[in-house]
């Protein structure tokens, strides 16, 4: 079955793909002044590539982006920013719940139990990663964003040399006076609402969105809340310009945990027994603010300095104990540019300074109190070169040192403080752009990308420094091509990479409570990767419009040198990664105000051990959307929608808890249950 849904789904693909009957494409340069971009353009347009400080065709960069933007930023009911990611070749967003999830790109953090870890992430230019490599981009509802940049692999200098790549978001520039308020209500009751505005004046420029979320939820003990209100302001002068952007998020959430086997087949909707028992949740608040002032020195040279600054207070209430952790952070992130015809020139500083502090009680009793204290330091370059018209060469780099201090504060067990100095790490990166013509590009890369380990991962299960453990490191090679074709209305894009990674960082867990690090040994991760979109059908011989979107990932991940607990795995495929998946969305518009749109997932078989003895069979998903939009007179735009998820009422494992433990005669719990058929309908309206 599983291999039948992913022969559909090519089948399609190639078939819609394949037609050739009058097809065109928008030319943005013929917009009217002051509006934007449509939201169904093929991404040919001049844009401002962020992570490569290229104001350039997207196309001609030497290196893999994906942007996402428009109403593709908000498929299905916009509930989870993983319908938005998992379209993008090489990511895997598993979500077990609203308020646990894991992204992979690349196959980097897939053994990660509850987190992303492997990758970075920023909100205008603002760090959201943590100082121990922890990202939660889910916290931002994706209505409330403009744009997604995803650079996969340790392609950018500018972003940190995280392994498994960078997820930029950008929040709404728009260009006319607007608001925008929305409101979805669907099953389990769910509630999504939220309030957007933008003021422009001739020099400045506002923009502010309030949403709140809030579900029932579909298992026992699952009931999730969270609002967030972000605000961005922008000045021009005619020699610099400054935005603001300040970020206010809280969110509830109960941990329904994973299931066993017996328990994931026959009782999807309980929650693990012991969260259950105690009624097991998290809360979180955070708060984000920075600010970016952009200086024209010369018509060639010019500055932006970015301060920056967060803050959050957590606590979860969990069956063996309770943690509280509170984090404050600062930084300052710097870049000076030079630009002449042919030579693009970045020199930049990245600085932050963290401090993690976590307590652990049980029923009133305090069992453990520590505070640590991590200071980044960065410098990078980049050159881009183009020694002639058709031809890109970028080289890059960027020098790290990291510090770690633990500060005991539980003088019950002794004085377990201690400092780590790491080595300092330089990542270099090199990439070449051919553009053979104004239809087909080829690009080559290779660039360096480490990962810090997390507070767990640094100390020992007696509490104290670990001072054997090292960030793990890796070089990524990629080779690729973009093709522009039928009149430049299909768009086209294959990978193919190979990351050979260094001192696995492997997280073990002792008990149910006390995880440690070690480094296990190397992974080689090789794939494929491919891209299609097309508007066909446009004309009148077919009833309206048709535009398509397909991707499909390939990825073989496997241990090369790895021995765990005087087991030795060298040759198996790691745990957590489908071998294939791929997507399928269509969008028909058979009438100019109706729009039915259908996405078609399939997620390959994985293995869920790092034995390789438990293996996850594939499933295939089908949603189904409808929109109407109508204009009205003295408001604006009112659309409405209804949809349903998961059609065939698949019944699927959404994220996998690999190497799972079992305590006591329990299974083990490798098993988040997927939301059965589920449907929802809304309003938005613009003015």
């Known amino acids: 079955m599983p291999i039948k849904g992913l022969t559909f789904i090519l089948s399609v693909a190639l078939l819609l793909l394949s037609g050739q009957t ?198 026992d003990n699952n009931e999730f809340k969270r609002t967030t209100f972000i605000t961005t302001g922008r000045w021009r002068q005619p020699k610099w310009s400054m935005k603001s952007t300040l970020m206010l998020t809280g969110s509830e959430g109960e941990i329904p945990s994973s299931l066993g086997k017996t328990q994931f087949e026959n009782e999807p909707r309980a929650a693990a027994a012991n969260w259950a028992a105690i009624e097991g949740f998290k809360r979180i608040r955070k708060t984000l603010a920075g600010t970016t002032l952009t200086n024209s020195l010369s018509p060639r040279l010019s500055s932006q300095l970015t301060l920056h600054g967060k803050w959050s207070d957590n606590f979860e209430k969990r069956p063996f104990n309770n943690l509280g952790d509170q984090t404050l952070s600062a930084g300052i992130r710097g870049k000076l540019s030079y630009n002449r015809p042919a030579t693009d020139w970045v020199l930049g500083i990245d600085w932050s300074t963290e401090q993690y502090k976590w307590r652990l009680d049980l029923d ?127 768009e086209a894009e294959i990978s193919f990479y190979w990351i050979a990674l260094d001192d696995l960082l492997l997280t073990k867990r002792i008990t149910e409570d006390i995880f440690t690090g070690i480094n296990a040994g190397k992974t080689r991760h090789q794939g494929m990767e491919l891209l299609l979109r097309s508007r066909i059908l446009n004309s009148g011989n077919f009833p309206g419009k048709l535009k398509t979107t397909f991707s499909y990932t390939f990825s073989r991940n496997r241990f090369i040198d790895f021995t765990d607990d005087g087991n030795t795995y060298d040759g198996n495929e790691l745990p957590g990664i489908p071998e294939h998946y791929a997507q399928l969305q269509l969008n028909w518009n058979p009438a100019e105000k109706l729009e039915l749109s259908t996405h078609l997932q399939y997620t390959g078989n994985q293995l869920i051990n790092d034995a390789n003895t438990m293996a996850y069979e594939g499933y295939f998903l089908l949603n189904l959307k409808a929109l109407a939009q109508f204009h009205l007179k003295k408001t604006g735009k009112l659309r409405v929608f209804a949809g349903v998820n998961n059609l065939t009422n698949t019944h699927y494992a959404s994220m996998l808890l690999v190497n799972a433990p079992a305590f006591g005669n329990n299974e083990p719990r490798y098993y988040y249950p997927g939301l059965p058929r589920h449907f929802y309908a809304g309003v938005e309206v613009r003015f």
Request: no cysteine; hydrophobic share 35%; charged share 15%.
């Open 22 to 219: 009058n097809i065109f494409s928008q030319n943005t340069g013929q917009l009217p002044a002051g509006t934007q971009s449509p939201d169904t353009a093929i991404v040919l347009e001049k844009i401002t590539i962020e992570g490569f400080r290229l104001s350039r065709y997207q196309r001609l960069f030497p290196g893999n982006l994906a942007v996402v933007s428009g109403d593709e930023l908000v498929p299905a009911d916009g509930t989870n920013l993983a319908a938005t990611l998992n379209t993008i070749p090489g990511v895997n967003m598993q979500s077990g719940t609203y308020a646990t999830n894991r992204i992979v790109i690349r196959g980097m953090g897939s053994r990660t139990p509850y987190n992303t870890n492997r990758i970075r992430s920023y909100l205008n230019e603002i760090p959201l990663t943590t100082a121990d490599g922890i990202s939660t981009p889910e916290d931002i509802d994706a209505a409330g964003l403009g744009r997604i940049e995803v650079i996969r692999g340790p392609a950018s200098a500018l972003y940190g040399s995280g392994l498994g790549g960078s997820i930029n978001l950008f929040t709404p520039e728009k260009l006319q006076q607007e608001g925008i308020f929305n409101l979805s209500y669907g099953s389990f009751n769910t509630l999504r609402t939220g309030f957007s505005g933008t003021v422009n004046t001739a020099k400045s420029g506002w923009w502010g969105s309030l949403s709140h979320l809030n579900s029932g939820g579909y298992r």
């Open 364 to 490: 009133g009793i305090l069992l453990n109190e520590n505070r640590e204290n991590r200071d980044l330091l960065g410098l990078f370059g980049i050159m881009n070169y183009r020694p002639a018209p058709r031809l890109s060469i970028s080289l890059a780099a960027a020098l790290n040192h990291i510090r770690y201090r633990l500060t005991d504060l539980f003088a019950g067990d002794g004085d377990q403080s201690g400092n780590r100095h790491f080595p300092v790490i330089i990542s270099p990166r090199f990439g070449i752009n051919y553009a053979a013509n104004n239809h087909l590009t080829f690009y080559v890369s290779a660039g360096h990308g480490f990962s810090m380990p997390s507070p767990e991962e640094t100390l020992l299960p007696a509490g104290t420094v670990n001072p054997d453990i090292r960030p793990e490191q890796g070089m990524q090679y990629e080779a690729g091509t973009r093709m522009n074709l039928l009149n430049k209305a299909l």
